[in-house]
């Protein structure tokens, strides 16, 4: 066995259909009194619903959260928690809000007061799981690493997850499963996130033709947030490699929406590594496999399970101009990092080709 270090994060976990009730509980344990409650404007309704339950606990809502959290919005989310007075932010939604929340405790923490945030997650990409911020400057993302931004506590209600909607939850759970393949082949990788990468892969492989059938399906979309659960714990302890770098390149450089990038992007990031790092692909594909799909090869499992359930499979298909591919392969390899197989300009730039015209790995 490779030799490895294992840190576990504090993350405190409530699961379960209706556990929204728990809310006011979990603040209690956390001693705080006053929650801004962050949201989208998409989702101000349902923020409104949550301040509502919290009755007197509510110091206000916040629904402005935007992809990739601008500085502008930051801004306006810290200057409106001095404002309220609030001592915690509750965010209800994607990643879009928990990373609004991360924003304010990061600053919070910069002063030195602890400012917890109670994360909601309606979708599956993960962020509430990890100590990842990220903000967005003229047009470009910064992201590091900071313990204090990880949320104190998770809800994970399936109830919330019935209105996402169909194409979201498809390629939102691709994008957790992208996490919990790369984090197969972490150069700082250890058994236990690997079971749970394995597990979060099959847990999400299997909730997709359900859903399809019945987005509505309770048991369904319990399983997909599970394997959220896993997939973001993965991302959150162990570091990504080639196929996060180019979808952070193509999301913060080109603009392209998150979900549809990661699953776009990842059947081709692991025919790149594919042959650097065998026992990953195969457990990639005996994660399918136990969900009851098809699985002649990673890369190929993924790219069907993308097309097989109406999901984008070409970089074009996402407004990806053609003119661009060959800076989006300066870029990633502009700096070197960790990745089972060496980074070479040809190959990625063949790999951009590829993803663009949505080819089937073999
Ligand atoms: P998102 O949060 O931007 O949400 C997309 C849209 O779906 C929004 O309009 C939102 O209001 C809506 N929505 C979300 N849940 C819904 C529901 N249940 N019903 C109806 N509508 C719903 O999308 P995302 O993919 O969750 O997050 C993407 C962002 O999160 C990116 O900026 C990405 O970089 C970041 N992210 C960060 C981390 C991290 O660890 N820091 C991890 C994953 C993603």
């Known amino acids: 066995m490779t030799p490895f270090t294992y840190t576990a994060a504090p993350a405190r976990v409530v699961f379960g259909a209706g556990s929204l009730q728990h809310l006011g509980r979990e603040l209690e344990a956390l001693g705080a009194h006053r929650a801004l409650v962050l949201s989208t404007p998409e989702q101000e309704a349902s923020a409104r619903r949550v301040a509502e339950l919290l009755g007197p606990r509510a110091a206000g809502v916040y ?66 799981m ?21 949320p104190a506590a998770v809800i994970y209600d399936p109830e919330l997850t019935l209105t996402l909607p169909l194409d979201l939850t498809v390629t939102s759970a691709l994008n957790a499963i992208a996490h919990a393949a790369e984090g197969l082949y972490a150069h700082d990788g250890n058994p236990v996130m690997s079971l749970m990468a394995e597990e979060g892969i099959r847990a999400a492989a299997a909730a997709l033709a359900p859903l399809l059938k019945d987005a509505h399906d309770l048991e369904a979309r319990s399983d997909a947030l599970y394997a959220a659960w896993l997939c973001g714990t993965v991302l959150g302890n162990v570091a990504m490699g080639l196929h996060h770098k180019l979808c952070h390149t193509l999301g913060g450089t080109f603009g392209l929406p998150h979900a549809e990038v990661h699953t776009v992007v990842l059947p081709h990031a692991l025919a790149y590594n594919a042959a650097a790092a065998a026992e990953a692909m195969a457990r990639v594909a005996r994660a399918v496999v136990s969900a009851g799909r098809p699985a002649a090869s990673a890369p190929r499992a993924v790219f069907d399970l993308a097309r097989d359930h109406g999901a984008p499979t070409a970089l074009r298909e996402l407004g990806m101009p053609a003119g661009d591919l060959d800076r989006a392969a300066d870029l990633a390899v502009q700096n070197q990092y960790p990745n089972p197989r060496p980074l070479e300009r040809a190959a990625i730039r063949e790999l951009l080709q590829r993803a663009y015209e949505g080819a089937r790995p073999d």
Do not use: N
């Open 63 to 128: 629904a402005q959260a935007r992809m990739h959290v601008p500085v502008e919005t930051a801004r306006g989310a810290r200057e409106e928690a001095r404002r309220v007075g609030a001592d915690c932010a509750v965010a209800i939604g994607g990643g879009s809000t928990t990373g609004l929340g991360k924003a304010i405790a990061l600053e919070a923490a910069g002063g030195a007061v602890r400012f917890p945030i109670v994360a909601i997650p309606t979708t599956y990409a993960g962020s509430e």
């Open 130 to 150: 990890t100590p990842i911020w990220g903000l967005t400057e003229g047009g470009v993302k910064k992201t590091g690493r900071d313990p204090r931004v990880l």
